[in-house]
């Protein structure tokens, strides 16, 4: 996203990590346009200060950080679901008080299809949601975190106005701008290793690349007419399809019988 709205030219961009020091950020600032346009800002979605000062003088806001861990949480409250909910209503009330015009959040489909009971017929859109109380039996705590966090960000922009618009995607795949494997890449490759008791899974996942997600984003921002949840999910595939697409780009690697 970062990439996309810098080459577009006319954007100066605020980026909030959480030591702009780190070289494991020196991704971004290689980014063309970035010495002039990008700024990287301390911050922390629990902290409400480090949140306005990277908000401030900003007409629009992508919010699409949020904790999605790749082993089992321990203490879900804390890991999840308190970084999900307050950070975002921190960036919100942010965006409210410096006057940004549209806030873009990144929910996932994860907010959408986990229900037991879902809607009758063949097909689940932007109006189902995921139901809390399952989540919550079946420790599917990442659900529950986007799931918890979207509503309020809904429940936040009908009381007081704020012009929201929510972006859900499924698993992310696509070219990497950092060195380190990312959660949904970190999937693919636990897949291809059989690590862990569900790695053979082969069941279906949806997916989207990473390039088209924050091409949806930008639509978000900038069409006038943009309002309410959008899916935003280009294929539905078998694990072990996925495998075999891998294995047809780099044959020579170990790969789990089929």
Not at 95 to 121: D, L
Not at 217 to 222: D, F, R, V
Request: hydrophobic share 40%.
């Amino acid at each position: 996203l970062v990439e996309r709205l810098l080459a577009r030219g006319d954007y100066a961009v605020h980026g909030t990590v959480r030591d702009p020091s780190d070289p494991k950020n020196d991704h971004l600032r290689t980014l063309d346009g970035a010495g002039e346009r990008l700024r990287l800002f301390k911050a922390d979605v629990l902290d409400y200060a480090s949140v306005a000062s990277a908000v401030a003088g900003c007409a629009g806001v992508f919010h699409v950080a949020s904790p999605c861990p790749a082993a089992k949480s321990t203490n879900p409250e804390v890991e999840l679901l308190a970084p999900a909910v307050a950070g975002t209503l921190n960036v919100l009330r942010a965006c409210r008080e410096a006057g940004v015009r549209r806030v873009v959040v990144v929910s996932s489909v994860r907010a959408i299809f986990i229900n037991p009971n879902p809607p009758e017929g063949p097909t689940m859109d932007e109006h189902c949601w995921s139901d809390e109380e399952y989540c919550r039996a079946t420790e599917s705590w990442y659900c529950l975190s986007k799931t918890l966090a979207e509503r309020e960000a809904w429940a936040y922009a009908e009381k007081t106005g704020l012009d929201v618009v929510t972006v859900c995607p499924p698993l992310v795949f696509g070219p990497l701008l950092q060195p380190t494997v990312n959660t949904s890449s970190l999937f693919l490759i636990r897949y291809l290793k059989c690590d862990g008791v569900d790695a053979m899974d082969d069941g279906v996942r949806n997916m989207v690349d990473v390039r088209d997600v924050a091409d949806a984003l930008m639509l978000a921002y900038k069409s006038p007419e943009a309002a309410g949840r959008y899916i935003c999910s280009a294929h539905a595939r078998k694990v072990s399809e996925m495998v075999s697409v891998v294995r047809s780009l780099h044959p020579n690697l170990n790969y789990p019988n089929e």
